[in-house]
C-alpha cells in the first residue's frame, strides 16, 4: 500500500503540473497553437500512465470513476505514436477527466 501511496502522489504532481501549464488556456484552439504545453501535458500524461502501472491490483479494481486500463494505453499512444497523437482528444483528456481523476486521487489519499 506505501508504493500505491506513492504512485497516486506521483500522478498528483503530474496533475497539478498539467493544471498550472493549462491554467491560461481557454480552449482547445489555443492548446493546439501552444506547443511548449502541449508538450509538457503530454509529458506528464506519459507520466500518469506509468505511475498507473504501478498500482496494485486493489487499487486497479477499485469501482471508482477511473478506467486505469485507458490511462495506461494513452501512455502507450503518446510515448509509441506520437504522430497519431488526436490534439483533440488530449485536450479532451486534459480539460474533462483530469479533474476526476485528481477528486478521485485525493479520496484516495485522505
Known amino acids: 500500500m506505501h508504493e500505491d501511496k506513492l504512485c497516486l502522489l506521483g500522478i498528483l504532481e503530474s496533475i497539478e503540473r498539467i493544471e498550472n501549464y493549462t491554467r491560461h488556456t481557454y480552449g482547445y484552439e489555443q492548446f493546439y497553437q501552444d506547443q511548449k504545453t502541449m508538450d509538457a501535458c503530454l509529458m506528464h500524461?506519459?507520466?500518469?500512465?506509468?505511475?498507473?502501472?504501478?498500482?496494485?491490483?486493489?487499487?486497479?479494481?477499485?469501482?471508482s470513476l477511473i478506467n486505469w486500463h485507458k490511462i495506461r494505453g494513452l501512455r502507450n499512444i503518446i510515448a509509441h505514436d506520437y504522430f497519431g497523437i488526436d490534439y483533440r482528444e488530449i485536450w479532451?483528456?486534459?480539460?474533462?477527466?483530469?479533474?476526476?481523476?485528481?477528486?478521485?486521487?485525493?479520496?484516495?489519499?485522505?
Do not use: C, F, Q, T
Not at 507520466?47 to 486497479?60: F, H, K, P, T
Open 45 to 63: 500524461l506519459v507520466n500518469i500512465g506509468e505511475m498507473a502501472s504501478r498500482l496494485s491490483d486493489e487499487i486497479l479494481s477499485d469501482e
Open 92 to 110: 479532451s483528456v486534459l480539460s474533462i477527466h483530469i479533474p476526476v481523476l485528481k477528486r478521485v486521487i485525493m479520496d484516495k489519499l485522505h
